[in-house]
């Protein structure tokens, strides 16, 4: 696109894994070797007393009030797009931060990231990223790699200054043309889905060292129907995102049956929010669904724009409630007497 760009590793977590190998300096050793292949700088920051206070310790104490917390959110928001957006911009003097996640912006249509054979503006780049109208936080190319949902409590402030170059990539091309620039020592590296503050282990591989593997199906809590695949009903937790191959859009983990192995998940569903004066909102689901969780995040999208989220604080009433709340009810029509036939005056 003709930016000049620097590579940049950030260290969140200090552990070794359990054969005594320390992940983030794996990782670090292979970032510094991409940017050698592209020829770019390379620097390193570490914010693991920051991804402590503010992600870790939440993080634990949500899980004490019975919650189920998302760490990836609060790093985002925190970390990714808190302290390492003003390192790049402060600290680096860079004019913006680009990211490999797959999503994209509103502003890349427009003339802010558009390169022009003009002459360079004589003010910081920065410097034009007047308040004008809202950025806003869209679902990329790329639909089943769409992580606009870790992404929904990134700010306007760090959305401006945020790039995005897989956009309008799906993720085999993106290793096309990682193997076309020599990057193989990232090509054969295997996917991270797990929480990520372990790093680049996987977290079903983790979990399933220590426990046997018991596969099971994904079943469409809505039909019925077999969606894919699971390797352990333990390795996913309720409203999690379920990774099914083949569907366009999300599906979500809502229920689990330990007996026969079987996770239901469902897809997004339409729903009516309504702003509270406090700032707080209520969100009217069309059709009842399970596993809502406290401390995870209600995630809000229209058509392809992902509008922001908000942590669940409070559930409305279960569909159980529900159904006592009608049969009571139809219980105290039966109650009333019933009125006779009118009198027929003589």
């Not at 990782?27 to 050698?36: I, K, L, N, P, V």
């Not at 503050?197 to 809505?222: A, H, K, M, T, W």
Request: charge should be neutral; include cysteine.
């Amino acid at each position: 696109m003709g930016y000049h760009v620097s590579g940049v590793f950030m260290k969140n977590w200090d552990t070794l894994d359990e054969r005594g190998v320390c992940a983030a300096e794996r990782d670090c050793e292979d970032a510094h070797r991409s940017c050698q292949v592209l020829g770019v700088p390379f620097h390193q920051v570490s914010y693991v007393k920051e991804y402590w206070n503010e992600v870790f310790s939440n993080l634990l104490n949500e899980y004490e009030k019975g919650r189920t917390p998302n760490p990836d959110i609060l790093c985002n928001k925190h970390i990714k797009f808190k302290h390492f957006c003003k390192y790049a911009l402060n600290t680096l003097d860079a004019d913006a931060m680009a990211t490999g996640h797959y999503a994209r912006t509103s502003q890349e249509d427009e003339e802010v990231f558009r390169q022009k054979n003009v002459a360079p503006p004589t003010s910081h780049f920065r410097d034009r990223f007047e308040v004008r109208n809202p950025v806003r936080l869209l679902q990329g190319a790329d639909r089943v790699k769409d992580q606009t949902f870790f992404l929904s409590q990134i700010s306007q402030d760090a959305l401006r200054h945020a790039l995005f170059p897989l956009a309008g990539l799906t993720k085999d091309f993106v290793k096309k043309m990682a193997a076309e620039a020599g990057l193989h020592h990232v090509l054969a590296k295997k996917e991270s889905m797990g929480i990520c503050f372990i790093g680049e282990r996987n977290f079903d591989d983790f979990i399933l060292e220590y426990l046997e593997p018991q596969p099971g199906n994904l079943v469409s809590i809505q039909d019925g129907r077999v969606m894919g695949q699971h390797r352990g009903w333990f390795t996913l937790t309720l409203g999690q995102r379920a990774k099914i191959g083949g569907q366009k859009d999300p599906w979500f983990v809502v229920d689990k049956d330990i007996n026969t192995g079987d996770v239901f998940v469902m897809p997004l569903t339409p729903c009516t929010v309504t702003l509270n004066l406090d700032g707080s909102v209520w969100i009217t689901l069309s059709q009842p669904i399970r596993a809502i969780t406290p401390g995870q995040f209600a995630v809000l999208y229209s058509g392809g724009e992902c509008l922001g989220s908000g942590r669940i604080v409070r559930l409305g009433p279960s569909q159980h409630t529900l159904q006592l709340g009608r049969e009571r009810m139809a219980a105290a029509s039966l109650d009333k007497p019933q009125p006779g036939p009118p009198e027929l005056a003589s």
